[in-house]
C-alpha cells in the first residue's frame, strides 16, 4: 500500500525532476498534470483506476507522476514494440534518468530478463505472459500499468495480465482515448479489465486548437461510369441470390452492408448445403466486384490495378476466375488502366492541398487505408516539392522508430501511413491531419485527429467522395464519437443538421 498521504510529499518528489526534455509549453501544463496525478493517486487507494483523455492530453505524464509518487516498483504494459522505448524516453525526458529502468520484449536475451531488480519495465503483455509461465517473473510489482487499456477484450494478452494483476491484488492504472462507444460497452469493458473508476482528463489547453474541414469531392465521369458498369455486375449476383430465395435481395440499389453480408451468410447456413455453397459463391463474387468499386471510387486507380495484377491475378477460386473472364469487368479494368490518375477528383485535392493548402514549413501526417495508396500518394506529394515517408504494417518497429524520429525534428515534411500508427505508437505534434482514407470506426478517428492541434493550432482535413460509400464512413465514425463522449459524460458539440438527396444507382442488370 501508499505510505505517502501528503500531498507536499509528491510534489517535492516531482519537483526534484529536471524536465530537461520538456518544451516551455509543456512546462506550463505540469500543474494541471500534478493536479490529476493527485486525483489518480486518491483513486488508486480504492481500487483500481482507468484514465480517459484525448491523444496528447498527457495520460502517460500523469501514469508517470503516479509511478514516481508511489515510489515502487513498476509494470509499465504497451500493446506495440516501438511505444515500450517512447514511454521510456518520455520518462528521461521527465528527468527521471535517476530511477533504474529496462525494456524486456520478445527479442530480449535471456540473461537480461530481471523482471524484478528495477524500479521500472516497460514491455508487452506477450512477453510478460510467456516469461510469467516459464516462472521467470514474481507478481511484486507494486503498481502495473496498461496502456490502450480498451484493448482488453477476447484472448488478447491484456486480459490475462489483468485477470493475474486482480488475484495477485496488485492496483492496476489503464490509460485510454477511447473506452467504448456506448455505456454497455464501457461496462463490459470495466468487468474484463478489472478497472471500475474512470477518471476523464480534459485537454490541458481549454482553447479549442483542432479544427475540422471535411471537403467534398465530386464525381468524375470517369468514376460515374465506373460505377455503372460494375453495378449492373452486382446487381446480377444479387439477383441470382434472391433466386436462391434470398428475397431480400431483389432490390433498386445495388449495395449490401457488412451486417446484410452476415445475414445472408447465416441465414444460407440453414438452407441445405446446395443452396449453402451457392450463396457463399455469389457472397464471395459480390465482396470481390464491391472491393473494385470501392477502391476506384474512394482510394486510386492505381490501387485497383494492383489489387486486379497481383491479389486477384493470384486468386484460383471459382469467384476469382469467373471475374477475371467477365467481359464487362475485364472492360472496366482496361477503361482504369487509360484513366488518367491526376484527374481523380480525391487526387486532384490532395494534389492541390500538397501545393497551396498549408503554409510552408508546417509538417503533416495523411492517413490511407491502402498501402498501395499510400505509395501513390508519396510520389504526388514529392512532385509539388514536398519530402515524403510512408509507414505500412509491413515497415519495420526499428524504421517506424526512425521515420517518426524525422518527424519529430522537421527531417520529412509529410508522413503517409495506414492505421499502423492510429493507436498505440506516440507521434509527434504535427500541424494538420489528412484523411485521404475515412476512418473506418470513431476509435480509429479520435486517434488520427489527436495528433495535431496539441500545442498549436491544428487542421484535420477529410477528403470526402461525394458517395455513400464514403459519407457513410465519414458520418457514422462522427456519430460514433459522439456517442463515446455523450457515454463518458463529457459535452458534445452540436451541430446543425441537414438533409440531402442521395442519388440511387439502378440500371438494367446482367443476370449471372
Sequence with gaps: MNYLDNTSVYRTLWSRLSYGGFSSTQKRYLPFWYQWSYK?????????????????????????????????????????????????????????????????????????????????????PQTFLADYNRWKVSMDFDLIIIDEFHKSVGNYAYVFCEHLASLHEIPLLGLSASPGKTVEDIEQLKKRSHIDNLLVVPNPEQEKKRFSYPYTVPLSKELLYIEKQLLSVMGGVLVSLGNLGFRSCFRSSGYLTYKEITILQKTAKKMGKYVYYKAQYYIALYQKLTHILKTALTETYTSVLSYWDGTLAADRSKSGMFLKNHATVAHVISYIRNCDESTHPKVERFAYLMRKGYVAGIVGIVFVNNKVTGYRLKDIATAEGKRVEVITGATSVKQQHFLLGQLAHRDIDVLIATSVIEEGVSVPEVGYIINYSMPLTEISRIQRGGRTGRVGYGAIDYIILDHPLDMSMFHASRRGVETMRASLGMPVEKRKQTSRKRRTASDQYQLL
Design 40 to 124: 489518480v493517486l486518491e483513486g488508486l487507494h480504492g481500487g483500481n483506476v482507468g484514465i480517459v483523455a484525448e491523444t496528447g492530453a498527457g495520460k502517460t505524464i500523469i501514469a508517470h507522476l503516479v509511478s514516481i509518487a508511489r515510489f515502487s516498483r513498476v509494470l509499465f504494459l504497451v500493446p506495440e514494440k516501438v511505444l515500450a522505448s517512447q514511454h521510456k524516453e518520455l520518462f528521461l525526458a521527465m528527468g527521471a534518468d535517476t530511477y533504474s529502468y529496462q525494456i524486456i520484449l520478445g527479442d530480449t536475451e535471456w540473461k537480461r530478463r530481471q523482471w524484478n531488480e528495477t524500479f521500472y519495465t516497460f514491455s508487452t
